[in-house]
């Protein structure tokens, strides 16, 4: 419930649940009060928090090390990348997510690795860094595809297009843009597909189609 309404709103409810969790794992596995600091964690980002937010997480990856559950560690890792690089604290952060990477790469999880390369190439767009975004983004994107994921799929190709529409390559960036958003109604995404169609009409803009954006 906590991570739930971190991601959703309102953070207050994402608040209340994380204590609640905390609370009530206290005298459990050192596994399943990781996964409560990890959702308290999640509450406090989502609450910009950040700082907060990392201490709590750097507790979780501590209790699930200690419980030798590798994926916990990964899930952890990558949500403190985020938040490490809300606070600022960008090589941190970096740090993070490629700690994240190894890890999940070591137990094979691909899904993990996809889900690393995605926030790889959102953290190198935030730095100007385009091309390394793309490479992130075009590892991300295939696996993503053969396990089904249209929605992260869909929100590589945003990228995707993003970082080629910076880079110059109009066309390219189009094709990102328009395979996007026709992911993004797959699920009835609709703000994904806002978001694509937003980049479609910045491309058309580019390119003086005017009639395009009709």
Not at 49 to 66: I, N, V
Not at 77 to 89: C, M, N, Q, T, Y
Not at 158 to 182: F, I, P, T
């Amino acid at each position: 419930m906590a991570r739930a309404y971190a991601t959703t709103g309102p953070v207050s409810e994402a608040d209340r649940f994380s204590l609640e969790a905390i609370d009530s794992c206290q005298t459990l596995s050192g596994d399943l009060r990781a996964r409560a600091l990890e959702a308290r964690g999640e509450a406090l980002d989502s609450g910009d928090e950040h700082a907060k937010s990392a201490d709590t997480l750097r507790q979780a990856e501590s209790l699930f090390a200690g419980a030798g559950d590798i994926g916990g560690e990964a899930q952890t890792e990558l949500i403190l990348s985020f938040a490490l690089f809300a606070d600022g604290r960008q090589v941190e952060g970096m740090e993070a997510a490629r700690a994240a990477l190894e890890r999940w790469s070591s137990i094979g999880d691909q899904h993990g690795v996809a889900r690393v390369r995605s926030a790889l190439g959102i953290f190198a767009i935030t730095r100007g860094e385009f091309e390394t975004a793309q490479c992130n983004y075009q590892i991300a994107a295939p696996i993503f595809r053969r396990i089904g994921n249209k929605d992260d799929e869909a929100s590589v190709q945003n990228g995707l297009g993003y970082a080629s529409r910076e880079m110059g390559d109009w066309e390219k960036s189009l094709r990102y843009y328009r395979k996007a958003r026709m992911n993004f109604a797959a699920v009835q995404d609709l703000l994904g597909e806002h978001e694509a169609i937003t980049g479609i009409a910045k491309v058309f803009s580019n390119l003086k189609e005017f009639q395009q954006l009709g």
